[in-house]
């Protein structure tokens, strides 16, 4: 079994059903006790501002904030570089624990030894 779990959820609002799946995903592997970074890319880096969490609804899933919170209290959040540039977030926007960061950390991370990587 892997030890470390790399998510990066590329949908936000626009396929609400893939998004509420990687956030779930990611808040399950956290409670089980697998370390997670999860990488906000596309519409889900949106999710990295304070409330924007909250205006997302699906019907039969969890709050995305709480998810969103799970993640937080257990792994690492992070948003994409250039998806932030391009939708002009910069550091001092982002919720307390989102960190920024590029290409080169996420294929350091899901490259490394006992790691596993989805994609949603």
């Known amino acids: 079994m892997a030890k470390k779990l790399v998510i990066k959820v590329t949908a936000g609002a626009d396929a609400p059903e893939r998004c509420s799946q990687a956030f779930t995903v990611a808040a ?29 609804e699906l019907p039969h899933a969890a ?17 994409c570089t250039q998806c932030a540039a391009r939708r002009d977030i910069s550091e001092k926007d982002v919720i307390e624990g989102v960190r920024i960061a590029g290409a080169q950390v996420f294929v350091q991370e899901a490259m490394a030894e006992g790691t596993q990587a989805l994609v949603y």
């Open 63 to 79: 709050p995305l904030p709480d998810l969103v919170d799970s993640i937080l209290a257990g792994g690492t959040l992070t948003l």
């Open 28 to 56: 399950v592997a956290v409670a089980s006790g697998v370390e997670v970074s999860m990488w906000l890319t596309g519409e889900s880096a949106w999710f990295a501002l304070p409330g924007r969490a909250a205006e997302f």
